[in-house]
């Protein structure tokens, strides 16, 4: 009986999916995009990483945080990327417009103009200045 439940469980999450995949075309889904966070017990190479993104149909990422082997594989990926702030730094930012215009100038103006195709930015409701700067740089205003 133990195996039933067990079918019936793979079924219902088969039908599940199907109805998902059904509603998401139906919707017309423009974009497929993942979550990338380098924090692992065995990451893998960058580069892995976005080929593995690309050959399976994203079309965008979100990071967790922008280091320079990431950024570096992203350049001319085609992958439209947001960028968050590690949390770690997130206090620094927020009480200060120095350390904010420091990460903007590090991580997204030197990637912005060199193939990386920085679409947006992760923010909290607490980083308001980090906020400002970056569209302030995104925008040209």
């Known amino acids: 009986m133990g195996s039933s439940w ?5 079924a219902a999450a088969a039908v599940a999916c199907w109805v998902w995949l059904a509603a998401a075309a139906a919707v017309g889904v423009e974009a497929i995009g993942a979550n990338w966070g380098t924090q692992a017990s065995h990451p893998l190479a960058p580069d ?3 080929q593995m993104l690309k050959d399976n149909g994203f079309d ?8 320079e082997d990431t950024m570096s594989a992203l350049r001319k990926s085609g992958l439209e990327v947001m ?5 770690d730094m997130l206090a620094a930012m927020a009480s200060s ?3 904010a ?3 903007v ?14 679409r947006s930015h992760s923010l909290t409701h607490s980083l308001k200045i980090l906020q400002f ?5 995104l925008l040209g205003s």
């Open 6 to 10: 067990w079918w019936h469980g793979r």
């Open 48 to 50: 892995t990483v976005v």
């Open 60 to 67: 965008k990422v979100k990071l967790f945080d922008a280091g």
């Open 83 to 87: 960028v968050g702030i590690p949390n």
């Open 97 to 99: 417009m120095a350390a």
């Open 101 to 103: 215009n420091k990460w």
């Open 105 to 118: 100038d590090q991580n997204v103006s030197n990637y912005l103009n060199d193939g990386v195709k920085i």
């Open 133 to 137: 700067t970056l569209k302030q740089f």
